[in-house]
């Protein structure tokens, strides 16, 4: 990937699952890893199954929508255990899509755990099925990130996030996406 392309990096803010019915999402566009080129904001049902749909509303309603290379989410889970198809927001955008969270995700707690909202099953099949894990090192002599990518190869994937990696092991995008979604002015 080119050094300087528009990446959009997608994170949700905090809540409270039992006073919550919807929670902020924040996409921040970056250039490269070293300039917001803008921001935009979504909002999704905590627990619910509109984040594909509505990432992807987001997206297509920006005017930045026609020059960005890349989205970059922080897991398949979002808002509890509402979820992005990173298949399914590839094909609707016609972008590479990739998922970065810092802990390799426990499939046998997350089936647990997921049983307790309804359609389960399609939940936890879209999860699983959406790509295989792979460890990445974003950072050298740190812990690695646990990726899931569509529309990438795994060289690319790991000299473009030591590129776009300024602080911890989550790259830029994703990290300033997540601390605006927590800000107060967000919630």
Request: hydrophobic share 40%.
């Amino acid at each position: 990937m080119k050094k300087g392309v528009k990446i959009l990096g997608i994170a949700c803010a905090s809540f409270n699952r039992l006073e919550d019915k919807f929670v902020p999402v924040i996409g921040v566009v970056y250039r490269g890893a070293s300039l917001i080129e803008g921001v935009m904001k979504t909002s999704i049902e905590v627990d619910g199954e509109d984040a594909t749909e509505k990432i992807q509303t987001m997206i297509k309603q920006s005017s930045q929508s026609k020059q960005l290379k890349l989205i970059m989410t922080r897991g398949i889970t979002i808002a509890g255990f509402n979820y992005i198809d990173i298949k399914k927001l590839y094909e609707k955008t016609g972008l590479p899509v990739l998922s970065v969270v810092d802990r390799k995700p426990n499939f046998e707690k997350i089936r647990s755990a997921i049983k307790n909202v309804t359609n389960w099953e399609e939940r936890y099949k879209v999860i699983t099925n959406s790509g295989l894990i792979r460890e990445i090192q974003s950072v050298e002599d740190e812990e690695p990130v646990f990726i899931q990518s569509i529309g990438f190869n795994d060289e690319e994937i790991a000299a473009f996030l030591k590129k776009i990696t300024i602080v911890g092991r989550i790259p830029e995008p994703i990290r300033v996406a997540r601390l605006i979604a927590t800000t107060e002015i967000c919630e």
